[in-house]
DNA sequence: TAAAAATACTCCATAGGTATTTTAT
DNA sequence: ATAAAATACCTATGGAGTATTTTTA
């Protein structure tokens, strides 16, 4: 049984002849008589009685057309439902960023795209680097947005932005004197950081080893504190000094009078932004448009890069 | 878009894995694959989303699957009507006999068939052979008995048994004592017969015109009667006499008393029942079964034709 | 005789197979 | 290295065509 068996005979149960339905089937009459043929030997029925200038539909064949004419419809279905789903910024995103990002880019990002892809909801969620990599891989995410470097079979990721570190110090610091500071001067610091699994504290570290293998020193202390802002917020009751990233040193909150901001001199540490999704997703222009977006938004102090190449 | 590739698009959905899909199905991997992306192709959306071991569904391909499933579905219903419909003893059969047959058949004939083909309800009419044969040829009739001749265009008929005729008289009547009347006799007598319009008149008149022919002599009058046993009342009452068919004539009533039922003499007239009904009808078996059933009842004084041809 | 469907045959598109390659783990 | 899907290529079924025959009104 095919589609076009059924197509044929709804037109012959329409025009009750085999030659008009042929002619509104586009096809000859012989091709209809034979492929009528055909589906009612295998169904085992007569379908129609064919007199002379007459076809007349028999009662099984009444029965078989109408539900014939049914699977047409839901086979139209089909169609329709894919039609609906061609537009690749239909349909829900979801969307994941690590909890360094998500505060920070997502207030600008979200307006933005429900302006540029109204019928794209997103549903966002934020956690660690690697709990993320585990939900896009099993397909329970379907875009994240997170710091390089990031390497996973089967994920592709692209780079959107640069983003420097930004020193952090109470007001009345010393330091807020200083136009850049080294990356060297934080070693001998109490530095407050975040708890351990987020990327973004091993960057910190990271930097602070570099400039401690120049420098010959250590970080004397690092309290854990669960969010930037909460280490803003320490920052500014004077508990310790600390590095954000610009865009959450940058944010414009009540404590902006209570800390002094400054960039780190060169060589200065950053951190590169990128996209990440499977390999396999088939929504590229999803993707596209949510980079778009990204870019878009006026991040303070980030490098854009809209020329960066997806990287397996 | 075929039904193949409906199928194939739900085992890999139940499967999540092409090779043991294409298993479930009898085909070969490749065969899946190509066909697939066949259909991808066509609908303009991906489907499945192939990452290495592992095949997900992506959210146009859920709605797709599941609309493909009740598109399979429906699909299996016509096969199940088809099935149910295969057999030709199932379904109302829309049997009509002339107004001389039905009332000496119908008795004996539908109980018989309720047993033999329970699930084939008759739907009975009894009208003149024209009327008959009208709905026989408009589809609104599938089968009809009736007297031969009968020739219409289109119209298959088969002979099921010869009926005699006899020449009925009221009690007392002195042909009560002839054991058998010939049918030159009759020319002479006050005739009862049916009105205008019935076979079964004019086959009287005939019978007693070739025997005029013979005789020279002619029906003095002729009485209209609205139905055989009107007329067999109107016999036993003794406004005249009347042939009536075997059938009616043996029939058991009230008024068997009071009339006397007399054979004709060689060539004893007769009337040939036969069955009638489309070329085209496509229930040869629902036909033999009435055949067969007809031959089964016990028609006092018939000729059985259990081996007639069907007839053009 | 005319009109309609069935048949005969021919052709080619394509569904399906096997062998192989590509890809990702 | 392994497993899975994609690709390449070949074959054969059968869908569709034209021409013709059969059938019936």
Redesign the pocket.
């Known amino acids: 049984m095919?589609l076009?068996e059924l197509r044929y005979i709804v037109a012959v149960a329409r025009e009750r002849?085999?030659?008009?339905a042929a002619e509104k089937s586009?096809?000859?009459?012989?091709?209809l008589?034979?492929?009528?043929?055909?589906l009612e030997d295998e169904l085992g029925v007569t379908l129609f009685e064919?007199?002379?200038?007459e076809?007349a539909v028999t009662p099984v064949g009444q029965r078989v057309i109408e539900q014939a004419q049914r699977v047409l419809e839901e086979t139209a279905a089909i169609k329709q439902i894919a039609a609906e789903g061609k537009d690749e910024l239909v349909g829900p995103l979801r969307f994941g960023a690590i909890y360094t990002i998500g505060p920070y880019v997502m207030p600008q990002l979200i307006p933005l795209l429900h302006k540029r892809a109204p019928t794209m909801p997103l549903l966002i969620q934020e956690n660690f680097t690697a709990k993320l990599a585990g939900l896009l891989k099993n397909g329970e995410l379907d875009l994240i947005l997170l710091s390089l470097p990031f390497s996973e079979?089967?994920i592709v990721t692209q780079a959107v932005y640069d983003e420097p570190f930004r020193v952090v110090v109470p007001a009345g610091h010393p330091w807020g004197k200083k136009t850049r500071i080294p990356a060297a001067d934080l070693c001998a610091e109490t530095l407050l950081l975040l708890s351990s699994g987020n990327c973004f504290r091993d960057q910190v570290l990271q930097t602070c080893a570099g400039a401690k293998r120049r420098a010959n020193n250590g970080i004397q202390q690092s309290l854990e504190g669960s969010s930037l802002e909460t280490i803003r917020h320490m920052v500014a009751s004077g508990v310790g000094i600390t590095v954000l990233p610009a865009t959450a040193a940058d944010a414009k909150t009540a404590q902006t009078r209570l800390v002094a901001v400054r960039p780190f001199a060169p060589p200065a540490p950053s951190r590169r932004i990128a996209l990440a999704w499977r390999?396999s997703f088939p929504r590229p222009r999803a993707v596209a448009a949510v980079r778009d977006a990204i870019l878009a938004c006026s991040l303070p102090g980030v490098t854009l890069l809209p020329h960066a190449s997806p990287t397996?």
């Open positions: 095919t076009t002849h085999f030659g008009r586009f096809v000859s009459q012989p091709t008589s034979v492929a009528i043929k055909k064919r007199g002379a200038s076809v079979p089967g390999r397996v």
